[in-house]
């Protein structure tokens, strides 16, 4: 089986690029979706989330208000901090467990993990190979505030709140660029594959 960790800066193309992996026949597993598995209301994250922020962090259904939290965090590094704290060592052991249940499924297989904070969280020294997609900053910018309709000062603070792009790439095993044309990424996402299959 073989790990490879996929990662890059905000709004440089991940998402696009972890579901050209996926049909192509890899197993992905989103670190965003496991950090939202892992807080769901009455868990024991959850319930030290808010210990720690207070209930105003929350929906009236009792999930995180995602964007509420975003925002006190992404001002203050020490509450961003507190936050990775609680969730990042729950997310690795969900993780772990879904990458043993691949393998044993296939020993063959290929499994991508798409976690923005790689380097940030040390997953880059559990996986075999590293693939960093890159953008430049107006394209990150631009597609953070049509996505996620943020101002250019918080689509910067975002940025500015993770490595550098620039050292993300500096330690990347493969680099791929997220302002290509789709058909053009596919064609890349496809031959790397098939390199990542012939060493699983």
């Not at 996929?6 to 670190?31: E, H, P, Y």
């Not at 467990?97 to 559990?126: H, I, Q």
């Not at 049509?146 to 990347?172: C, F, G, H, V």
Request: proline fraction near 4%.
């Amino acid at each position: 089986m073989l790990l490879v960790g996929l990662t890059g800066g905000l709004a440089t193309g991940k998402t696009t690029v972890a579901r050209m992996f996926k049909q192509c026949g890899g197993i992905l597993i989103d670190a965003d979706e496991l950090a939202r598995e892992v807080v769901r209301p009455d868990t024991p994250a959850w319930r030290e989330i808010v210990k720690t922020f207070g209930t105003s962090i929350l929906n009236p259904d009792q999930t995180l208000d995602r964007h509420k939290l975003g925002v006190l965090v992404f001002r203050h590094p020490a509450k961003r901090r507190a936050l990775e704290r609680i969730i990042h060592p729950r997310v690795a052991r969900l993780q772990a467990r879904l990458t043993r249940d691949a393998a044993k499924r296939n020993p063959r297989s290929v499994v991508v993990y798409e976690v923005p904070l790689l380097f940030e969280a040390g997953v880059d020294k559990r996986v075999d190979h590293i693939v960093v997609v890159a953008a430049d900053r107006n394209t990150q910018i631009a597609r953070l505030k049509r996505r996620n309709r943020l101002t250019r000062a918080e689509s910067l603070r975002r940025i500015r709140s993770q490595l550098p792009l620039n050292r993300k790439i500096a330690r990347a095993d493969i680099v791929l660029d997220g302002t290509w044309s789709r058909p053009a990424l596919r064609a890349e996402v496809r031959k790397l594959y098939r390199a990542f299959q012939r060493l699983a």
